[in-house]
């Protein structure tokens, strides 16, 4: 082993001082034999993931045949082994050989706990969405309101709160959900920025019903700038960019040209590098160049 490298031969005359590491960062006890196919198999991939973590853990290989002793105090019944030591405590274990992703998912979430936040909030993001697409809305705002309650900050949550409700045209809701954070969270933007059309509208709308029966009937300037605007606050953002862009092909003029500055806010409301605002991008400039 190099000098000052995360990984160390264990024997009974070390194994103390070892383990007495794990109160700064977590030690991995890899029981091995030279016998063992499967301990030699994964190895090589232990050994790459611990030199990844850049010191963030330790792996502490114990040859099993040479240190019965430690291998019995350590309850090891079969090759490989694995123990994952942290503040001087045993908190996992795996025993077999194991591929490189199932070695994340274990280390992450004692390793790198950020992540495995990340990767939990992701995959309860995914769920709640299919909830939702299976028409399980109760549920799933109840899901979202719950985890908000326990936490606050996840502005990703939030966000997806704030989605369903405006999906149901529960406007006062979203709203509310959105105004109980202040700071400027990047996830909500694309909301504050939907809500701020709505603000252009100076209070009383028709129904998003209404407006497409009245530009579907006789498409004036005045009802097509509504719609886009309600439309595209709605999340019905082809919609609403199709009806302000035909008030810029029909009517640029407009309120002093409005339906280019209104297009480039609904722009603001779409995901950073979302397909649609770069198709409608372009055809904005098509008509206006």
């Known amino acids: ?58 792996l502490a290989k114990v040859n099993a045949d ?70 399980h809305t109760e549920q799933a705002e109840g899901a979202l309101r719950q985890t908000l309650e326990q936490s606050p900050d996840k502005h990703a949550i939030r966000a997806l709160l704030v989605e369903l409700l405006l999906g149901e045209g529960r406007l006062d809701d979203a709203q509310s959900v959105l105004a109980q954070v202040t700071e400027d969270a990047e996830p909500l933007r694309p909301f504050r920025a939907r809500f701020a059309l709505l603000e252009k509208l100076e209070g009383a709308g028709q129904s998003l019903a209404d407006l497409s029966a009245r530009i579907a009937d006789k498409p004036m300037p005045e009802d097509l700038y509504a719609y886009g605007l309600q439309a595209a606050a709605a999340g019905q953002f082809q919609a609403g960019l199709e009806a302000l862009l035909q008030l810029l092909r029909n009517h640029r003029d407009f309120r002093d040209g409005v339906a280019r500055s209104a297009l480039l806010e609904v722009f603001e409301c779409l995901p950073k590098g979302d397909p649609l605002a770069s198709e409608y991008r372009r055809k904005m400039f098509n008509y206006l160049y």
Do not use: H
């Not at 490989?80 to 992450?108: H, I, M, N």
């Open 66 to 135: 040479e240190q019965q002793m430690l291998a019995s105090q350590f309850g090891v019944r079969s090759l490989p082994s694995l123990k994952l030591v942290y503040q001087g405590q045993l908190v996992s274990e795996l025993d077999g050989a194991q591929t490189e992703g199932a070695l994340r998912q274990w280390l992450a979430p004692v390793v790198d706990p950020e992540a495995a936040q990340q990767q939990q909030e992701e995959g309860f993001i995914e769920q709640v969405r299919m909830a939702i697409e299976a028409g």
């Open 1 to 58: 082993m190099q000098p000052n490298s995360p990984i160390i031969e264990a024997t009974e005359q070390n194994i103390q001082q070892i383990l007495e590491q794990s109160q700064q960062i977590p030690v991995i006890v890899d029981f091995w034999a030279s016998w063992c196919q499967p301990c030699q198999q994964m190895a090589p991939i232990l050994e790459r993931l611990v030199n990844e973590y850049q010191g963030k853990v330790l």
